[in-house]
């Protein structure tokens, strides 16, 4: 019988310096639009569930920035292109 070690996972472990803990409910939950700082933990929520690759922060983004524009049209806010909505995201991660 093979004895396997599982290591235990705390909050701490999941929390990001300045956002706080990732967001695993998706945004259309909020009754109001969603904060930049919500949006940035939906983000890393996204981004921790694929492997860490320039591919995986573009999809995470697109994930996010669908979620976010849905939210907007539902609440007839104007929006941007999609493509300036990825740079924002980038520019506040980075």
Excluded at 19 to 35: F, V, Y
Excluded at 38 to 49: M, T
Excluded at 57 to 64: C, D, F, G, I, K
């Amino acid at each position: 019988m093979q004895l396997v070690e599982t290591m235990t996972t705390t909050r701490h472990d999941d929390e990001i310096f300045l956002i706080g803990h990732r967001d695993h409910e998706s945004l259309e939950r909020l009754k109001q639009l969603p904060t930049v700082k919500q949006v940035l933990q939906r983000f890393h929520h996204h981004f921790s569930e694929q492997t860490v690759t320039r591919v995986a922060v573009r999809n995470a983004s697109h994930l996010t920035v669908d979620e976010v524009l849905s939210l907007w049209s539902k609440a007839a806010v104007p929006t941007t292109l999609k493509k300036a909505c990825h740079r924002q995201i980038g520019k506040v991660q980075y």
